[in-house]
């Protein structure tokens, strides 16, 4: 089973929609992400957290809700979909003591109508 | 501020030959790491070597090298004997140094290099 997990892997919404994405992780890391990807445009962050209690903003947080449930779960909501949004997400996880490891999940990639 | 730039936004390189990617970055800490990520087709971003700052030997892993030169601020990856399954992009990217309340391990990417492997 792999290590990151995200739900759905594919999602075509509608402008206005409210949508999440899901990201599981069995490495027992405390540090979670969350990445978007445009092309031409590299990977860019949008939320991080260290724990349940501990969310921070990431470069282009605008948009975008996050809630860490649990150490192992770390949803991403964007409230009201616009077609800018169109994209690749990433979640991705660490851990304190190993800077030298970072593990990405599958990806999402969401179209926005 | 921080930032990783990659020049070569597309490469070519027959198969069997060495190819190397280019990856500077710019920061103010002193205590860093950098990672070049695979990303094939399909979408998956895939680790292939990770170089910190404090390292005195380059990283290499497999097939994979990295060039690391501090003070020129370069993290080049080498690839040798490229097959045909090394076509995708490559992703550069840096973690960030050390901060008051510690890390966030939180990354910084470049724009990548498609590389596409000729037989």
């Known amino acids: 089973d792999a290590d990151v997990t995200q739900t759905p892997r594919n999602r075509i919404t509608k402008t206005g929609k409210r949508i999440m994405l899901e990201c599981s992780q069995t490495k027992g890391h405390d540090r979670m992400y969350w990445y978007r990807q445009d092309p031409g445009l590299g990977l860019r962050l949008i939320y991080y957290?260290?724990?349940?209690?501990?969310?921070n903003k990431g470069e282009i947080s605008d948009g975008y809700s996050v809630s860490r449930q649990a150490q192992a779960k770390f949803s991403l909501s964007l409230e009201s979909a616009i077609p800018n949004q169109t994209a690749l997400y990433f979640c991705?996880?660490?851990?304190?003591?190993?800077?030298?490891?970072?593990?990405f999940g599958p990806g999402t990639r969401l179209t926005v109508t | 501020a921080q930032k990783i730039t990659q020049t070569q936004p597309g490469m070519f390189v027959q198969e069997k030959e060495a190819v190397t990617l280019d990856c500077t970055y710019d920061t103010s800490d002193q205590s860093y790491g950098l990672f070049w990520y695979k990303q094939p087709s399909s979408g998956e971003m895939i680790f292939l070597i990770y170089?910190?700052?404090?390292?005195?030997q380059n990283a290499t892993e497999g097939r994979y090298s990295l060039n690391f030169q501090k003070a020129r601020k370069s993290a080049n990856l080498v690839i040798s004997a490229s097959q045909l399954g090394d076509s995708a992009m490559y992703f550069c990217?840096?973690?960030?140094?050390?901060?008051?309340?510690?890390?966030?391990?939180?990354?910084?990417f470049g724009t990548g290099t498609l590389l596409a492997v000729q037989p």
């Open positions: 990217a840096m973690r960030e140094g050390l901060r008051y309340g510690g890390a966030t391990n939180k990354l910084i």
């Open positions: 957290s260290f724990d349940v209690k501990d969310i």
């Open positions: 991705a996880t660490s851990a304190l003591d190993s800077p030298n490891e970072q593990y």
């Open positions: 170089q910190g700052s404090y390292d005195e």
